[in-house]
């Protein structure tokens, strides 16, 4: 069974950065994606970057283009979100997720959209102050 682990979060001011870490588990040797999406309170999820376990590709939000970076070590089966030049308004709870899928039906990177995703972590809460 896949299991997801975030690590993280924590309290920042405005300007800085944060360093996410999603530890991911039980793939087996299917194809998938990880995706993180955020949750702020009062909010709908937003998803805001993915990256495909084959080729790397990747896909930004453009609430995040520009500020936050996904990457992947794939030895230590993590992915991270680095994530610089906060802002008040990216304080939310932030989620990894993955989506298990033969690689041409994966949604990512054209898409991030909840309901490509099987697994879900636990979240991991970022706040930012101004």
């Known amino acids: 069974e896949v299991q997801l682990v975030e690590s993280g979060g924590g309290l920042v001011q405005a300007g800085g950065s944060l360093r996410l870490s999603c530890t991911a588990s039980g793939f087996g040797g299917d194809d998938f994606a990880i995706g993180w999406f955020r949750q702020a309170p009062g909010k709908l999820r937003e998803g805001i970057s993915c990256?495909?376990?084959?080729?790397?590709?990747?896909y930004y939000a453009d609430s995040v283009k520009g500020r936050f970076t996904i990457s992947s070590d794939k030895a230590k089966n993590t992915v991270y979100l680095q994530m610089n030049n906060l802002k008040p308004e990216d304080t939310a709870v932030y989620y990894c997720?993955?989506?298990?899928?033969?690689?041409?039906?994966?949604?990512?990177?054209?898409?991030?959209?909840?309901?490509?995703?099987?697994?879900w972590g636990q979240g991991t809460q970022v706040t930012v102050s101004s």
């Open positions: 997720a993955a989506e298990v899928k033969m690689f041409s039906l994966l949604g990512c990177p054209i898409r991030i959209e909840e309901y490509d995703y099987d697994y």
């Open positions: 990256i495909t376990s084959t080729d790397g590709t990747i």
